[in-house]
């Protein structure tokens, strides 16, 4: 009976999406894990306890979610966040002041910002490379780098990096490689088997996949790291409420086929685009005019829905995000609904705008979230915006 809510690594990713991390209620066999809405636990004596003390070190709905996440990686550790900020702030909490970070040129812009703006007033410092070709990678080294800051594919410009390469580089330069899988998923993409110590989450997005909460989550199988990244967690106490871990985890039961869905909407909505717009005006790794398109195939399970477009100017973007109406102009991703944005005034506004311009993150580029709506439903409000044009 307990087997089928354990999983291991030999089953399936929707198997493990369903059941991984997860026993039936103690009390009454209830599937679902119940939701523990306590600050605190009672010791059974002086100095006994059932390995709960305080909330914000652990609760057992997070530890599900914890637990199945981390499965989903083919992770044995798994810790949640209150936000993928929050957890990305406390991985950085691994370092100390001197130490030298290596990081992709085009991340999240709220990544850039959290590097730029905060931690190196710390005493950290940050070498941004082009880490499409891992030559960069290796010349950026220093004796005091101590790891290399990954997010395959990048947000909004969607460039790859060669995962196996990348860490092996790292490795040698006795550096942790540290992955964001926010758009890629577990599903899609599984960066521990290529290489990479910590893989983490906006859990916000995808893993969640409904817009109703704000999370992260960090996962690694590194014994060392392990013991680390919950000290962090308890002591600086960025945690999400035994809520927020629960919907994420009714929503990671889903996310296979979730997946499959953003996918097969992707490719079709990717593919026309190319052809209304040009295949040079559309950025998606499904494409086989993608100039990553190859490594994307042999790194990833599929491509998913993430899109980004070329529209020219800032006064085309207007005209184009005026006329759609299942696309909503709204922050975020990895819904169920599609979503629509522009990085430039939104998700990298924090960028400056000679950093963004030199990126290629122009006034023209739009970034689609292609949801899981009917996909002809989803192209006729694409033709619509675009015959406005």
């Known amino acids: 009976m307990t087997r089928i809510f354990e999983t291991d690594l030999r089953d399936g990713p929707s198997t493990r999406a369903i059941h991984a991390g997860q026993r039936p209620g103690a009390v009454s066999g209830a599937i679902m894990t119940p939701l523990y809405l306590t600050s605190t636990y009672v010791h059974e004596e002086f100095g006994v306890h059932r390995g709960y003390e305080y909330a914000r070190g652990k609760n057992p709905t997070r530890e599900a979610l914890e637990r199945n996440v981390a499965a989903l990686e083919g992770a044995t550790h798994g810790f949640a966040f209150g936000s993928g900020m929050g957890c990305l702030t406390s991985i950085m909490m691994l370092f100390r002041s001197g130490d030298h970070i290596i990081v992709g040129e085009n991340v999240y812009g709220g990544t850039y910002r959290l590097f730029d703006k905060l931690l190196q007033q710390f005493g950290l410092t940050f070498t941004y490379v082009d880490t499409r070709d891992p030559q960069r990678i290796a010349d ?67 893993l969640n996949g409904h817009s109703d909460m704000i999370g992260g989550i960090a996962v690694t199988s590194d014994e060392e790291l392990a013991p680390r990244l919950q000290f962090i967690l308890n002591a600086a106490g960025a945690v999400p409420g035994p809520f927020d871990s629960w919907l994420c985890l009714r929503g990671t039961k889903t996310l296979a086929i979730r997946m499959k869905a953003h996918d097969s909407n992707g490719r079709q909505i990717g593919h ?118």
């Open 140 to 206: 950026a080294v220093t004796p005091q780098t101590r790891a290399l800051m990954l997010e395959t594919p990048t947000n909004p410009l969607m460039r790859l990096t060669d995962l196996a390469a990348a860490a092996n580089i790292a490795k040698r330069a006795g550096a942790l490689t540290i992955v964001d899988n926010t758009f890629a998923t577990p599903i899609f993409q599984r960066p521990l088997e290529l290489g990479a110590d910590i893989v983490w989450h906006s859990s916000t997005k995808y």
């Open 272 to 389: 026309w685009l190319a052809e209304r717009l040009g295949h040079e005006q559309v950025l998606y790794t499904g494409l086989e005019s993608h100039p990553q398109h190859a490594l994307a195939a042999r790194q990833m399970s599929g491509f998913g829905g993430m899109i980004s477009i070329e529209l020219g100017t800032r006064e085309r973007v207007k005209t184009f995000l005026d006329r759609v109406r299942l696309f909503s102009l709204a922050e975020s991703l990895g819904g169920v609904e599609s979503l629509i944005s522009h990085p430039a005034s939104m998700t990298h506004a924090s960028v400056e705008p000679e950093r963004r311009a030199a990126l290629g993150i122009t006034e023209g580029l739009v970034r689609l979230s292609v949801g899981v709506e009917d996909a002809d439903d989803l192209l006729g409000d694409l033709e619509h915006a675009l015959q406005g044009l």
